[in-house]
């Protein structure tokens, strides 16, 4: 099964599939960037995080491994009032 | 030493000229003899606490006698607008301070909109407003100079017809050439979680504002008068256009701010299992308040005096246009969380409804929805009756029960006199005293943000340390939440001075993290710049101390380098920590809510997590000491006696 990566609105809101294999986070966004070329810009900026499978990551995310079917979310993370 | 003695003496100290060319006055009123006096901050002053929240607590330390009781018409109110209000984009913010009513310790609340920058446009860089007056007053400030009018009209009208009355009668043109600061209904009848509207959301909201302001029998204050440049001793524009440019610039204000607002941090919150979720109880709730579902009721987005962030989204529900609560402003994230989540709602439309009629009420909605929490919990588990609440089933999820408590507290009607107690209820015999280990409230005032901070040991410190109370926006070290930042060491270090741990959830050196975040904040505050576009709050990449630097110098003539500033907020930190122990706080009031000590998080990744006892108090310990505080909480002897002198030279 493909790993499916959820975008967040501002980055177009869709659900990519990715399709090669890649078993760390730090794989996906390469296989983004390859996917998508117009989002590896993006994919570098702070304010995109990630959640795999509903858990939002808060460290360690380069080396976090995935499994095929695992559902990615990049996540704007900020902070109100 | 009554309050006129205080100011006469105060007066006499201070100078009669201004310390810089674009510097307003400070103008001492006495409600109750219409009399005004003015004078400057001196430049001792603006050296070591900058104006705004900085210079306001200069006023309160010098006038304040904690004898008496907060709502005293002898306990000044003061609002200050800061260094760089009205000037520089994106700083369009003052402070209001004073002695809270509602948690007892420093009062001090900062708001936006166009009275911070129009105050300044009047040549007005701080009001100290005393005594009561002898009837409903409108004071009203055009081009510089006061003027009063009998508010007896207006008594009884809440922010929507307080804003048409007043723009109908006066004839200026709200955003052009008018603003306006006042209370509604709620501030009137004494409720302690009522705020100062400062416009159609923006509001001075905590520690009981609304009720402190109405006190003085003060209904409103109008600026009239028109915009105009500043004289500077170095052109300030071009400076400006750098700042707008890094302003645009950042992703979180492109992607995020500009375009939705803060509702966005719902959703990692919820994901990461921290949303505070009935009064605290879960940590996690509905995917049906995401900020994608209130994208259908958003038709556009407004912004403060000459900001170009514009944040603030409007709200639309589509209804009968004869619902005055079918349109509005807002949500923000906090008054999604705590009258989603933290209520039990889901229905997002209910929501954006709630909102708007704590903005029509004149409602600080933090304090306000924590304040129903608590009570929907008591009832839950028994603590609180049919009998204490005058016959009302207290239910999770239920909007209509909630619409009619807010309506019934502005006007402390039945149970609605208890919820207008806010966290004082116990105090006050409403409710018994164990019902105070499930109030989520530090130093007498309820949480802020919605954020459950069992997990993010930095953001709870902050919580803890926080001078006004249970406040994210002192001191909040938001990056902490973002994994990027987390896992660059070398850059997380170059942005708070030190090393600190990757792992949010581990306590090791967080204090660096809280320090560096409160003083940054503290200087924002000072120089009337938004939280939201301050480097820190929301990106490492919005303008800091550095812009805030070059800035200052250009407009004032005054040299303060970026390290200089941080000490700046720090010697703020410092003067609201001595006030607050001439009213009684010590090291003790530097806590969180035992249900955080006590009850592990039950969601998510970080299910199990809560707050060590004696981990917190190492932590504390350490704040202190790199806080040159005692292990009171309080200065150490000689910054103390510093400040004293600073703050009594001649």
Known sequence: MPISVRLPAMLGGEVVAITERVETIDQLVAALGRARPELTGHLQDTIFNFAVNDEMLLHDVARRPLQDGDVVEIVPAISGG | ?650
């Open chain 2, 1 to 650: 030493m009554g309050i006129r003695d205080r100011v006469a003496r105060l007066l006499s100290e201070l100078p009669k000229e201004p310390q810089y060319p674009a510097q307003g006055r400070t103008l001492f009123v006495d409600l109750e003899t219409r009399d005004v006096q003015s004078a400057y901050t001196p430049r001792r002053i603006l050296e070591t606490l900058l104006s705004g929240r900085g210079a306001n607590m200069f006023y309160l330390y010098r006038l304040l006698d904690e004898s008496l009781f907060p709502l005293h018409p002898d306990i000044p109110l003061i609002f200050g607008s800061g260094v760089l209000t009205g000037i520089v984009p994106s700083a369009a913010r003052g402070n209001c301070t004073s002695w809270a009513p509602e948690s007892g310790v420093i009062l001090d609340s900062n708001c936006g909109d166009y009275f911070p920058s129009f105050l300044r446009m009047n040549g007005i860089d701080h009001l100290v407003l005393y005594g009561r007056s002898t009837q409903w007053s409108l004071m009203i400030i055009r081009e510089g100079e006061v003027e009063w009018r009998d508010a007896a009209p207006y008594v009884g009208l809440d922010n929507i017809d307080m804003r048409d009355r007043i723009a109908a009668d006066l004839g200026g043109v709200w955003t052009r050439d008018m603003s306006m600061v006042n209370v509604t209904r709620a501030g009137e009848n004494g409720v302690l979680t009522a705020g100062i509207m400062g416009g159609p959301k923006a509001i001075y909201a905590r520690g009981g504002t609304g009720a402190k302001m109405a006190s003085l029998r003060l209904k409103a204050i109008v600026t009239l008068g028109h915009t105009h440049e500043f004289p500077t001793p170095h052109p300030y524009k071009p400076y400006n256009r750098q700042i707008a440019q890094k302003l645009l610039a950042t992703s979180v204000v492109k992607h995020a701010l500009s375009r939705m607002g803060t509702p966005f941090l719902y959703r990692p919150s919820r994901l990461l299992g921290a949303m505070g979720t009935k009064n605290n109880q879960e940590t996690t709730w509905t995917d049906a308040l995401d900020a994608e579902h209130i994208d259908p009721y958003r038709p556009g987005m407004e912004g403060c005096f000459r900001c170009p962030v514009n944040c603030r989204p409007r709200n639309d529900l589509h209804r009968d246009p004869s619902d005055r609560y079918g349109r509005g402003d807002g949500p923000e994230y906090v008054t999604l969380g705590k009258f989603g989540p933290n209520l039990g709602i889901d229905d997002v439309e209910a929501v954006i409804r709630l909102n708007n009629i704590c903005n029509d009420l004149g409602f600080d909605t933090a304090s306000t929805g924590s304040a129903i929490g608590w009570a929907l919990e008591l009832f839950q588990r028994g603590i609180i009756t049919t009998t204490h609440t005058r016959g009302l089933e207290l239910r999770w999820g239920d909007p209509e029960l909630v619409e009619k408590l807010l309506f019934m507290t502005a006007e402390r009607e039945g149970f609605g006199a208890v919820l207008a107690e806010g966290t004082r209820a116990v105090e006050r015999g409403h409710y018994p005293s164990e019902a105070l280990k499930y109030r989520m409230a530090v130093k007498g005032l309820m949480q802020s943000d919605p954020h459950d901070a069992r997990i993010l040991k930095a953001f709870a410190l902050g919580l803890a340390v926080a001078t006004r109370g249970m406040d994210h926006l002192r001191n909040r070290v938001t990056l902490e939440i973002n994994a990027k930042i987390n896992d660059d060491p070398a850059f997380k270090e170059q942005l708070y001075g030190g090393p600190v741990s990757a792992a949010p959830n581990s306590y090791v050196d967080k204090e660096l993290a809280v320090r560096r975040c409160e003083n940054i904040y503290a200087v924002g505050d000072s120089v009337g710049m938004c939280r939201f576009t301050t480097k820190l709050f929301n990106s490492p990449s919005l303008p800091g101390l550095e812009e805030f630097s070059a800035q200052i110098a250009n407009v004032t003539g005054f040299s303060l380098t970026p390290e200089e500033l941080d000490h700046v907020g720090l010697n703020v930190m410092g003067v609201e920590r001595m006030i607050n122990h001439r009213l009684g706080v010590t090291r003790k009031d530097d806590t969180l809510p035992d249900r955080w000590f006590d009850e592990p998080n039950r969601h998510g990744a970080y299910k199990g997590e809560r707050i060590d006892r004696a981990e917190f108090d190492a932590l504390l310990s350490r704040f202190y000491r790199i806080s040159n505080l005692t292990e009171e909480g309080i200065p150490i002897d000689s910054w103390r006696r510093e400040l004293e002198a600073t703050m009594n030279a001649d």
